[in-house]
């Protein structure tokens, strides 16, 4: 191939490249019930959506958002449109969880005041056998203990004698066959070094 052949095919790659950038992405918008605007491609299930900002496009935070029109949007994956759902859809939808959350105070039951006491009473039983255990246990290792002491045998005493010298004299001769000088007398006398 041919410089000018290969230079003829990037520039028909580039050239493709730019048609499809140039080509504009028209943006829906639509508004929040509390006036904020937000803009997608199409409100649809799946598409990318952002909050319209003056500066840029910020992605929609993950929530339940209420659109001017009362539909729900539901934002599962930050920036991206879960589903729309209309006003009656949410209205059965709490229904439901309501009739939900009565059915579990139903359930729900109180403890009395005799079962409250027969579960601590059960409790402290329980302690007790533990601490029961753990007493028996100190005893043993106790009598253990003591078995040992018995089976060693004592080493003999020290004696002290007073009465022994020791020689707590240090005789150090650092290069001993030097001449010796002044100084080096003065210190033998000093420190006992003769």
């Known amino acids: 191939m041919k410089a000018n052949e290969i230079l003829n095919k990037i520039k028909n790659i580039v050239s493709d490249k730019l048609e499809l950038s140039d080509k504009k992405i028209e943006m829906a918008e639509m508004k929040l019930e509390n006036g904020t605007v937000l803009v997608a491609e199409a409100f649809e299930s799946g598409t990318s959506i952002f909050i319209k900002t003056e500066d840029e496009q910020v ?3 993950v929530g ?3 659109l001017e029109d009362k539909r729900i949007l539901v934002v599962t994956e930050e920036g991206l449109i879960d589903s729309i759902k209309d006003a009656t859809e949410v209205v059965e939808d709490e229904e439901v969880s309501v009739e939900a959350e009565s059915e579990d ?7 009395t005041k005799e079962e409250f006491t027969s579960a ?3 409790i402290k039983a329980m302690i007790e056998d533990k601490m029961g255990n753990k007493e028996e246990m100190k ?3 106790i009598e253990e203990v003591k078995k040992e002491e018995l089976s060693a045998v004592a080493p ?5 004698n007073p009465e022994t010298e020791v020689d707590n004299k240090m005789n150090f001769k650092i290069s001993e066959n030097r001449i010796r000088t002044t100084k080096d007398r003065v210190f ?5 070094n003769n």
Do not use: G, R, T, W
């Not at 003999?156 to 002290?160: A, I, N």
């Open 105 to 111: 105070k139903e359930e729900m039951k109180y403890v």
């Open 139 to 141: 005893e043993e290792v």
């Open 120 to 122: 601590v009473d059960e």
């Open 59 to 61: 992605a929609l935070p």
């Open 156 to 160: 003999s005493p020290l004696k002290h």
């Open 188 to 192: 033998d006398k000093i420190f006992n």
């Open 64 to 66: 339940e958002y209420e």
